[in-house]
């Protein structure tokens, strides 16, 4: 089946030491989205891809970097990890939001910052 | 000020229990609403879309229906298995990104 892969699925990390999580689709979506959610909030945009493209989010700290080798795969970086960065990221796909497609989700990747 | 706002904030059902779940819009320029169920601890689980005033969409339990400011999710006769938070986002607007609303956490008791 056409999918979102989220690799790992749960991620231990120390306060400091840079971490990538990955994400890679096999829907042949253009763009990807990477979101953070913490819990019982809503999922908030970091960044996403729009073919090669990169569209970062005002309020997304410079701590964070994204990474899109092909159309497949993209790369969430956090170079120096704090402890409020611990969080669900989601990666999402979509074909064309210009016209209201649907965003697909992976199923996440825990993040814990120790 | 684009604006999604979902009510209740939680709802506790009995098993069989029919309600419904309200999805508020303010968007200038709807593109698509969209539902998903997110169970706890993983990523949303895609649902409906819809795309215009009057549309209707069902799947098993659940039916999901349009206006030009809100969406209703109806879920007849639940099962404990239908317990999870309900999300409602919009594209639309300035933008083409989503806005969520904070969710419905639904529980269904047997």
């Known amino acids: 089946d056409a999918m979102v892969i989220q690799n790992p699925r749960y991620q231990v990390t120390q306060f400091g030491k840079p971490v990538t999580l990955s994400c890679s689709q096999t829907?042949?979506?253009?763009?990807m989205y990477w979101y953070q959610q913490k819990s019982s909030q809503a999922p908030k945009l970091l960044f996403h891809?729009?073919?090669?493209?990169?569209?970062n989010e005002a309020d997304t700290p410079d701590n964070f970097q994204s990474r899109r080798p092909n159309t497949s795969f993209c790369f969430l970086d956090i170079r120096s990890p704090g402890l409020g960065d611990a969080a669900m990221y989601l990666c999402?796909?979509?074909?064309?939001?210009?016209?209201?497609?649907?965003?697909?989700f992976g199923p996440g990747t825990r993040l814990l910052v120790l | 000020e684009d604006q999604v706002t979902q009510s209740p904030e939680a709802l506790r059902l009995q098993e069989g229990e029919s309600s419904s779940l309200n999805c508020s819009y303010t968007?200038?320029?709807?593109?698509?609403l969209f539902w998903y169920r997110q169970d706890p601890g993983k990523g949303p689980e895609f649902l409906f879309t819809?795309?215009?005033a009057g549309e209707e969409k069902e799947k098993e339990r659940l039916k999901a229906t349009l206006t030009k400011k809100e969406s209703f999710l109806h879920i007849t006769a639940p099962k404990p298995e239908d317990s999870a938070t309900y999300l409602c986002?919009?594209?639309?607007?300035?933008?083409?990104?989503?806005?969520f609303g904070t969710g419905t956490l639904l529980a269904i008791q047997p």
């Open positions: 819809l795309y215009s």
């Open positions: 968007v200038s320029g709807l593109r698509g």
């Open positions: 891809y729009y073919d090669k493209d990169f569209n």
């Open positions: 986002a919009v594209n639309g607007g300035a933008t083409n990104k989503l806005i």
């Open positions: 829907l042949n979506h253009n763009v």
């Open positions: 999402a796909t979509s074909r064309d939001p210009d016209r209201g497609e649907t965003q697909y």
